[in-house]
Structure formats: C-alpha cells, structure tokens
C-alpha cells in the first residue's frame, strides 16, 4: 500500500493483531487493511516468547469468552499448523496434585473441563500418573489428552504471509504514536508518516491502554507487566519428562504455577514464574522503565492489588532471584530434577489489564469506542484461541463501527 489512506488500520503485529487482519482480508477482501507494527518483525513480544502449547480449555470458567474461544480456538489452531505444515502436537498433560488440599481444585478443573465440552479428562491415582509420566510424583492427577505444542513465531509469520497473500499491508518498524477521532476518519501518527483510517482496531498488547489513552479516552485498566523466566532442562535429564506436566494452579491468581513443557523442538522448559516487571518490555529481572513504574504506581488499582496479592508476589521474587527456590518448587513435580539439571532459558512479559478496583481481569476484552475497538485484555489461552478471537473481534468492530 503505497497511499496513507486505509479502511482499517491495525496497531500491534502480535498474534491477536495478525489473527484479526487475516479474518478482515478474508472476509472483507476489498477493504484496504494496514497493520502497523512497531519491531522489525511481527511476533517479537508476548506472541513470540510465550510456552508455545495449545490449550485445551479446562481452566476457564463457564461461560466466560476464555472457555467459549479456547477449545473451538485449539481445534482451529490444529487445523491451521496441519493445513500449512506448521510443527505442532497433540502430546496431552497432566495437571497433578502433590498435596490432599489440592484435591477439591483438581477436581473443580475437572468440573470445568467437562463444563466446557472437553472430551477424554479424567482423575487418575498416582499409579497411572506415573505410566504417563514415569518421573512424575503426585497423589492425584487430571489427564488432559487435547493439550497440544506448537510454534506460535511460526503461527505469526504464517499469518503474516497470508495477509499479504489476501492483499493487506503490514509496515514493520512502525509504531503508532499518537490517534485522532476526526469526522468519518481516524488519524493515526507515527514517527514519520501519517495514515487516516475509517477504523482502528488496538492490538497493541503490553501497549494497548497507552495506545488507548493516545485517542483521548481513558481505560478502566492498566496493563501489568507480569515477567514469565524459564529454565531449560539440560539434554542429558530431557528424559525425566514427556509431555506436559503441570501443578494445580492457585485459583486467587492468573497464573498456572511453575510447570514442564517439552517444546515442538523437543527442548524442556521449566516455568514461567509470574515476577512483577520494572519495564512493560523487560525480559531481564535488572529491566527498569521509570515511565512504566511510575505510571503502575499512580494508578489506585495497583496498591490494592498490591495490598491483596504482596504475599504471592514476594513469593515470585524469591523464585526469581534463588534458583534453589524456583527448583524447590519444581521438585514437588518431579523430585529428581537438581539444580544442575536446570540452566537459564529465556523469558516472556504477560499483559495482563488491572482494574481500577486492584482486581485482575481475567476474561478477554474488548472495549469498542466510536471508530475505534481496544483489545484491552488478551492473556493466555489467546495465543491458541487467536483465530477465533480475531474472528469475535472482527465481529464485535462489526456491530459497533459497522464495516
Ligand atoms: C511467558 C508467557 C507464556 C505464555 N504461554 C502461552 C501458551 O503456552 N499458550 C497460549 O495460548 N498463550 C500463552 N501466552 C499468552 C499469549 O502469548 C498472549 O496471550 C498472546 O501472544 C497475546 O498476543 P498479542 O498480539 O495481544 O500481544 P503481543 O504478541 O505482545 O503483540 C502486541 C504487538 O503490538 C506491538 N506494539 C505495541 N505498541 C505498539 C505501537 N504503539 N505501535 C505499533 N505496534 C505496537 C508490539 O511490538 C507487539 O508486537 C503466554 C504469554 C507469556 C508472556
């Protein structure tokens, strides 16, 4: 596209912004689509340094968008990585509970599982657990068969290459830096261009609210920066795990608790912690952004979260900084990993959008507003749910903008 003029224009080349330009040229070939992303590439944040697997569902409360997007969403995801050749597997999990306390959650997981229509989920006693994971150590656990790996760099890059096929336009190395709500047009700056849409659609990710106070308005949320770290498995202890294997998680916060991913490429990860960042794109613990804190620290939500959450979040510190800590909390999984097994794999930031109220928002969201839609709220499982979230959010900018 070589005019700066656009139907739709959208802001972020995350997964979920590409995942809603590949449906608009689907749909609506004849609209002239830009995506502007600010990297040189697309996928180089949250989309590109996250687990990599494909959920199945069994986390999300009834009737929430997460639980109705994400099992349709991995079914999609599958198809998707068999129809372009994308590496992927459906390898299953265990989600296994080392302690008598966890039972009634595990069981609640179960519940919801079922809730959300996922087939195959069932308890099994510490002896099955070990046929599935011989190195795995439990008192119970929630067989999950239709978990899946795959690469989501790769899922972006293919996205990309479609919506260039169907005839978008994706400008890297582009951020947008400011946002006008003329009559009929929306007037989006970058550094060295300006563009008019008729539409804008933010999937800025750890940038979506700022993006969103740029049109003037003022969201109800702000983005936390959450740090995810991870350590690989050295090759030679890579053994000790086949799948997926994977603690009750605490349902007070967003988070599954430290777990084992053997990736597509066959390496297994251990992690991601959930550390509080100093920076909204800091993948080292020394990252600091006085804008990011300071804007975190103003906003009343914080310290309320603050106050509710400081026990867990000083607990993820500890994990963050004592590698003894973070294999502690790995061993109640799998008791004959070592500290030496382990050495540092990389790390990933969640978005995750804080209420003014200090609660985290745990649905997808998105905020429609005049000519604009806010994609406010897109945590894990959007990564596996993509393609049906671009296609509720092409839908939701259907209703409220009317292309
Ligand atoms: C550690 C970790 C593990 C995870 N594991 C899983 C998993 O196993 N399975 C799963 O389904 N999900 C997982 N997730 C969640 C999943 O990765 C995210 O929900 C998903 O990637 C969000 O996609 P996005 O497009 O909203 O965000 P992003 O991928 O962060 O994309 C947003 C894009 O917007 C761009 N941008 C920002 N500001 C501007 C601007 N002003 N102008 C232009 N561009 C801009 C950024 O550069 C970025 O490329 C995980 C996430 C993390 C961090």
């Given amino acids: 596209m070589t005019d700066s003029r656009c139907d739709v224009l959208i802001a972020g080349g995350g997964i979920v912004g590409l995942a809603v330009a590949l449906e608009i040229t689907r749909r609506f070939p004849r609209l002239r689509l830009l995506l502007l992303e600010k990297e040189d590439r697309v996928g180089r944040h949250q989309s590109g340094h996250n687990s990599g697997v494909i959920h199945s569902g069994v986390y999300y409360k009834p009737g929430s968008l997460k639980a109705a997007l994400c099992l349709e969403g991995a079914r999609a995801m599958i198809d998707f990585c068999r129809a372009h050749g994308l590496p992927h597997e459906v390898c299953g999990k265990v989600i296994v509970a080392t302690r008598k306390e966890e039972f009634p959650r595990l069981e609640e997981l179960r519940r919801r599982g079922e809730a959300n229509g996922l087939s195959g989920i069932r308890l099994i006693d510490a002896g099955e657990l070990r046929e599935i994971e011989p190195h795995a150590s439990g008192l119970r656990a929630l067989a999950v068969p239709s978990t899946g790996v795959t690469d989501y760099a790769a899922v972006c890059e293919k996205y990309a290459e479609l919506i260039r096929k169907q ?110 960042a100093f920076r909204r794109e800091g993948y080292r613990r020394t990252d600091f952004s006085l804008r990011d804190t300071a804007s975190s620290l103003v906003f009343p939500g914080f310290w309320r979260m603050a106050s509710k959450h400081w026990r867990s979040g000083l607990h993820e510190f500890h994990h963050s900084f004592s590698k003894g800590a973070f294999v502690r909390a790995l061993q109640r999984l799998l008791p004959e990993v070592r500290e030496e097994d382990l050495v540092p794999g990389g790390s990933g930031v969640r978005a995750q959008a804080l209420r003014r109220d200090g609660s985290l928002v745990d649905d997808f969201q998105f905020v429609p507003n005049g000519r604009m839609l806010h994609v406010l709220n897109v945590p894990s499982p959007a990564a596996t749910a993509s393609l049906v979230i671009g296609r509720e959010i092409v839908m939701t900018a259907e209703k409220s903008c009317g292309f």
Avoid at 192 to 198: D, L
Avoid at 230 to 242: D, T
């Fill in 167 to 276: 005839g978008g336009a994706i400008l890297t190395s582009t951020a947008v830096t400011g946002l006008r709500e003329l009559t009929g047009e929306v007037i989006v700056e970058t550094g060295s261009a300006e563009f008019s849409a008729t539409y804008l659609i933010n999937c800025a990710g750890l940038f979506s609210d700022r993006v969103a106070r740029m049109a003037g308005g003022e969201p109800d949320v702000m983005i936390v920066p959450f740090r995810g770290e991870y350590y690989h498995l050295i090759p030679q202890r890579s053994s000790l795990v086949k799948a997926l294997i994977y603690p009750v998680p605490d349902p007070q916060f967003p988070f599954l608790g430290v777990h084992f991913t053997r990736r597509i490429s066959g390496t297994v990860d251990a992690g991601p912690n959930a550390v509080l």
